[in-house]
C-alpha cells in the first residue's frame, strides 16, 4: 500500500504545525529516538530534535512560500551549536535558493554534516519506512503486557458480541493510550476504511495522543490534529484515517451547522470528563456508544468531577487496573518508598500538645511540627540512593525555583552526577526560554544530565521510563499532582528493577497517604505478570535506618487513613496525640 506519512495533499493542506510533526512520525518510524517537538516562541532555531545511533540531529522545518536562504542555515548552525547537536538539517516545503546551496558545499567541505531536505526529499525519505507498524518491527519493545493484552481481547470481544462501547480504566503509567491504539489497529482489520475520532478536552493531550498512536499505525494511514490551534482544510479532513481532536473544536462545527466525516470508532481521552455540553453534542451527532460510531473511554478513574458515574455511555469496565494493584502485581516498577521522619518535631509536638491541640487540623499541624529546612540531609540521602542504583538516573521535585537552583549548586557541589534545574522562571523572575528548556530534557534523556531539579515541569508530558529515583521535597495538596509526579518513575524500562522514591514532604496527608500505600502493598497479590519480580515496599525512616515506633505513633494518631489523607486545610480529622507515646518518641 502507499505510505500517507507524508503526500503532496497533506503537505499542502496543512499548516506548519503540521509539517513539524509529520518530520516527527517521519523520525520516529525510521528509527530515530527520543524525537521531540522543540518548535515553540524562543526555540532557538530548532525545530524537532532527536537521537540516531548515538548522533544527535536537529531538525529546522520551514513551510514558506519561497525557497529558503542562508539566512537559516546560519541560524541552524547557531542552533545546532547551541543544542551540542551533531547533524543539522532544514527542511523547507519551497525548497532552497542558490545561496543556501553553496553555503551546504561550504559548510560540508569544513566537516558540519548539514543536510537540506525539499519535499522531494521528505517524500522520498517517508517511502522507506516499510508498512508494518513500527510495533510489529520492533515487538519486544511494543509487546503488550499481559493486564494490556487481556483488556485488548476484552474490547474486540464487546466489539464481536454487539456491544456499542467500551471502557478501560488504567492508572497513570499503566499505558492506556497504548491498549486504545492496539485496538485501533485491531479494529480496523476487521473493519477496513472506517475512520476514527479521537477526542480530549485540552489542545496538548491531542497531540500527546496522536504521537502515541503513530508507532503502531501502518505507513498507509493518515494522521492529523484538529484543535483551538490548526485544522486541516476539509478536503485533508475528510482524507486522513484518524482525526485527534479538541472537543471543543468539533462541537463548534456541529453547533455552526457543518457536518462531521462519517467515523465509525470514537476514541475519548480521559473520558472522566464526559456529561458537558462540548461532548454530548459530538457523541450525539455520530450517535457514539448509541446505535452509531463504536465509542471507546479511556481514564484513570471511572467517576466523573460531578461524581457521577459513567454507566449513561458505558457498562463496566473491560479492564480496572489503579495503582495499588498495578505495584502489587508487577505491572509498575517495583517501588521501594522511603518516607522520612527527620524533620518532624517530636519535641515541640510532645511539648506542647495544649497548644497545638485546639490547631489539629492540616494547615495548623503543618505549620508547627516540621522542621523547615534540611537541604544538606537531602543531599546526602540522595547521594547514597544513587549509589544503590544501577545507571541512576534521578528527579527532584522542589516547591520553589530558589530551592531548586540551591539543591542543584549541592548535588553539582558533592559532585556524584550532574544537576540541572529544570522550571519555566529563573529565580530572579526572568522566562527560561524555550531552547535552554529543550537542550536541558535532551541533555537528560541523553544521560549527560543526572538530575533535574524539577519546580513547575515534568507533572506530565514527559516519558523518560528509565528515571530510578525520584525526590519529593513539595508539598502538593492535589493527588492527581502527586500520582504524576510519582508515575515519573513507576514506568516499567529494561535493566530497571526498581525505583527508589525519597519523599521528604512536610505534610501530615502524606504521612496517611504513605501508611495508606503500605497498607495496601501487603495485601496478597493476585495474578501478575511473570516477567517482573514483585519487591514494592513503604518505609519510615529516621537517622537514615528505619523509624518503626514514629511510624506506629503516626498510624494510631491519624486513625482514619484516608479520611486524613484527603481532608482539607482546615477540617478537624486529627486525633488528641497519645502524650505517653509521644514521649517515648521525643526522647530517642
Known amino acids: 500500500m502507499t ?51 548515538g548522533r544527535r540531529w536537529l531538525f529546522q522545518v520551514k513551510r514558506w512560500r519561497m525557497p529558503v536562504g542562508a539566512e537559516v542555515i546560519a541560524e541552524t548552525v547557531a542552533a545546532c551549536h547551541r543544542y551540542d547537536a551533531d547533524v543539522p538539517v532544514v527542511v523547507s516545503l519551497s525548497g532552497f535558493d542558490a545561496r543556501a546551496r553553496a553555503q551546504q558545499n561550504q559548510l560540508m567541505t569544513s566537516g558540519l554534516p548539514l543536510q537540506l531536505w525539499d519535499r522531494r526529499t521528505l517524500i522520498r525519505q517517508a517511502n522507506k519506512v516499510p508498512e508494518e507498524p513500527l510495533s510489529q518491527r520492533e515487538s519486544e519493545r511494543y509487546q503488550l503486557r499481559s493486564y494490556q493484552a487481556v483488556a485488548v481481547d476484552s474490547m474486540m470481544g464487546e466489539l464481536i458480541n454487539g456491544a456499542r462501547s467500551a471502557l478501560v480504566v488504567l492508572a497513570t503509567g499503566l499505558g492506556k493510550t ?53 485544522r486541516p482544510i476539509p478536503s485533508v479532513l475528510a482524507d486522513l484515517d484518524i482525526v485527534f481532536a479538541c472537543v471543543d473544536s468539533v462541537a463548534s462545527l456541529i453547533s455552526s451547522g457543518g457536518s462531521l466525516s462519517d467515523y465509525g470508532l470514537v476514541i475519548v481521552d480521559e473520558c472522566h470528563h464526559l456529561g458537558t455540553t462540548m461532548y454530548n453534542t459530538v457523541l450525539g451527532e455520530l450517535s457514539a456508544g448509541d446505535g452509531g460510531a463504536f465509542l471507546v473511554g479511556m481514564t484513570a478513574t471511572p467517576w466523573r468531577p460531578d461524581g457521577k458515574a459513567l454507566d449513561q455511555w458505558f457498562d463496566f469496565p473491560v479492564a480496572d487496573v489503579d495503582m495499588v494493584r498495578g505495584l502489587r502485581e508487577g505491572y509498575l516498577a517495583n517501588v521501594d518508598y522511603r518516607m522520612y521522619t527527620d524533620n518532624i518535631d517530636w519535641e515541640s509536638l510532645a511539648s506542647g500538645v495544649s497548644q497545638v491541640a485546639p490547631a489539629l487540623t492540616p494547615r495548623g499541624i503543618n505549620r508547627t511540627l516540621f522542621i523547615d529546612e534540611w537541604d544538606d540531609a537531602v543531599v546526602e540521602r540522595l547521594s547514597e540512593a544513587w549509589r544503590e542504583q544501577v545507571n541512576p538516573r534521578g528527579i527532584v521535585f522542589c516547591g520553589t525555583i530558589d530551592h531548586a537552583e540551591r539543591m542543584a549548586g549541592r548535588i553539582n557541589a558533592l559532585g556524584f552526577t550532574s544537576a540541572e534545574v529544570i522550571a519555566s522562571r529563573t529565580s530572579d523572575g526572568k522566562a527560561v526560554d524555550t531552547a535552554t528548556r529543550n537542550r536541558v530534557l535532551w541533555d537528560f534523556a541523553d544521560g549527560r544530565t543526572g538530575i533535574l531539579c524539577a519546580v513547575d515541569i515534568l507533572n506530565e508530558g514527559v516519558d523518560v521510563p528509565d528515571v530510578n529515583i525520584v525526590v519529593f521535597q513539595r508539598v502538593t495538596h492535589s493527588r492527581r499532582i502527586f500520582v504524576q509526579q510519582l508515575g515519573r518513575g513507576l514506568r516499567l524500562a529494561p535493566d530497571k528493577d526498581r525505583v527508589i522514591v525519597l519523599d521528604f514532604v512536610s505534610d501530615i496527608r502524606r504521612f496517611a497517604a504513605g501508611l495508606e500505600l503500605q497498607d495496601s502493598l501487603k495485601t496478597q497479590p493476585g495474578r501478575r505478570d511473570p516477567r517482573v519480580q514483585i519487591g514494592s ?52
Open 178 to 230: 497504548f491498549v486504545a491504539a492496539e485496538f485501533y489497529r485491531r479494529f480496523t482489520s476487521k473493519r477496513p476504511g472506517v475512520k476514527t475520532l479521537v477526542l480530549a478536552h485540552r489542545n496538548e493531550l491531542v497531540h500527546q495522543l496522536e504521537r502515541s498512536f503513530w508507532p503502531m499505525l501502518p505507513a498507509s494511514r493518515a494522521t492529523g490534529v484538529w484543535n483551538g490551534n490548526e
Open 3 to 53: 505510505q500517507r506519512i507524508a503526500t503532496d495533499l497533506h503537505l499542502t493542506g496543512t499548516g506548519w504545525q503540521a509539517l513539524e510533526r509529520t518530520v516527527q512520525r517521519l523520525l520516529i518510524a525510521r528509527g530515530y529516538t527520543g524525537v521531540q517537538l522543540a518548535g515553540a516562541s524562543g526555540d532557538g532555531g530548532a525545530d524537532v530534535i532527536a537521537t540516531l545511533r
Open 537 to 588: 515496599k513503604v518505609t519510615f525512616m529516621r537517622a537514615n535506618g528505619q523509624d518503626l515506633l514514629g511510624a506506629e505513633f503516626l498510624r494510631e494518631w491519624l486513625g482514619d487513613l484516608e479520611e486524613v489523607e484527603n481532608a482539607g486545610e482546615d477540617v478537624h480529622v486529627l486525633r488528641y496525640p497519645p502524650a505517653g507515646a509521644l514521649a517515648k518518641i521525643a526522647e530517642r
